[in-house]
T-cell receptor, first 113, second 116 residues
Framework: ETGVTQSPTHLIKTRGQQVTLRCSSQ?????VSWYQQALGQGPQFIFQ???????GRGNFPPRFSGLQFPNYSSELNVNALELDDSALYLC????????????FGSGTQLSVL | AQSVTQLGSHVSVSEGALVLLRCNYS??????LFWYVQYPNQGLQLLLK??????LVKGINGFEAEFKKSETSFHLTKPSAHMSDAAEYFC??????????????FGQGTILTVHP
């Protein structure tokens, strides 16, 4: 149990729709990262948020966006869903500027039909 | 740019046998290296990490890894496999620095099967 919770656990959407995934960070962690893990692949870094601002982004288009709230919970929003967006989305939290390890949630499995 | 290559997408061992999972990395700056384990329908759990201290790193559940700069490798080993070790293992690399700590580059993963 890492203290990082994600909701929902599973989600089915249709191509072209929009989706919001939620993450509650571990207590005391002010930084959150989001990863996309396609079937049979390693996780890929989407972006990181610190103090409610994006702080580092991977190779993902602008239709992937996020929010971090003052209580350090966060959201991942994906617009105009494509079939290739089907994946497990993982959120991970940590304390900024330390060598603290990342604590991963169990993920949200998104299926786009 | 950083990258990770895990040699062997599937490794099968007998219970009690040596576990060796291979990882090679590429990094233009001194790397931080990690091994994570993922059980079905779960997130990632950190096994161990190398952050420029001792080159032989001991982790949880009897796993260890050795950082070899000359070989750009960070292979994961365990002397005696248990059935409970069956899972998918990921090697990952990042750089030092606040922004970089949360940005990991993962390998493709290695599925470890343990036979009775």
């Amino acid at each position: 149990e890492t203290g990082v919770t994600q909701s929902p656990t599973h989600l089915i959407k249709t191509r072209g729709q929009q989706v919001t995934l939620r993450c509650s960070s571990q207590s005391g962690h002010n930084t959150v990262s989001w990863y996309q893990q396609a079937l049979g692949q390693g996780p890929q870094f989407i972006f990181q948020y610190y103090r409610e601002e994006e702080n580092g982004r991977g190779n993902f288009p602008p239709r992937f966006s996020g929010l971090q709230f003052p209580n350090y919970s966060s959201e991942l929003n994906v617009n105009a869903l494509e079939l290739d967006d089907s994946a497990l989305y993982l959120c991970a939290s940590r304390a900024w500027a330390t060598n603290e390890k990342l604590f991963f949630g169990s993920g949200t499995q998104l299926s786009v039909l | 740019a950083q990258s990770v290559t895990q040699l062997g997408s599937h490794v099968s061992v007998s219970e009690g046998a040596l576990v060796l999972l291979r990882c090679n990395y590429s990094s233009s700056v001194p790397p931080y290296l990690f091994w994570y384990v993922q059980y079905p329908n779960q997130g990632l759990q950190l096994l161990l990490k190398y952050t420029s201290a001792a080159t032989l790193v001991k982790g949880i559940n009897g796993f260890e890894a050795e950082f070899k700069k000359s070989e750009t490798s960070f292979h994961l080993t365990k002397p005696s496999a248990h059935m409970s070790d069956a899972a998918e293992y990921f090697c990952a690399v990042s750089s030092a620095g606040g922004t970089s700590y949360g940005k990991l580059t993962f390998g493709q993963g290695t599925i470890l099967t343990v036979h009775p």
